[in-house]
Nanobody, 122 residues
Framework: QVQLVESGGDLVQPGGSLRLSCALS????????MGWYRQAPGKQREMVAT???????NTADSVKGRFTISRNNAKNTMYLQMNSLKPEDTAAYYC????????????????WGQGTQVTVSS
């Protein structure tokens, strides 16, 4: 049983900052690629940023230079530092992780968190 717990979402004014966290727990052998995704009302879910087990990152053009993804492998935790927030950043943000729970070809699964709401409004 693997659980992903997201936190940090809030209501902030344009130009403000937030730090999202995603903490994993359960029977985990290792965590491979992790990422943050977001979905605004009436919009398709989109990738915000990903980070692999080596620490290599990819960031969407819309947030590049403003958002930074990171992970602490010792704590099984991923973060998203969001600066210079804009109203168009308003969305539900979801944590995703590819987790190996046992050895073998069928031992890796894709997990999603429940989402945390970020609202940017004046």
């Amino acid at each position: 049983q693997v659980q992903l717990v997201e936190s940090g979402g809030d209501l902030v004014q344009p130009g403000g900052s937030l730090r999202l966290s995603c903490a994993l727990s359960g029977s985990i052998l290792n965590i491979n690629t992790m990422g943050w995704y977001r979905q605004a009302p009436g919009k398709q879910r989109e990738m915000v940023a990903t980070i692999d087990s080596a620490g290599d990152t990819n960031t969407a053009d819309s947030v590049k230079g403003r958002f930074t993804i990171s992970r602490n492998n010792a704590k099984n935790t991923m973060y998203l530092q969001m600066n210079s927030l804009k109203p168009e950043d308003t969305a539900a943000y979801y944590c995703n992780a590819r987790v190996r729970v046992r050895p073998g070809p069928w031992g890796e699964y894709n997990y999603w968190g429940q989402g945390t709401q970020v609202t940017v409004s004046s």
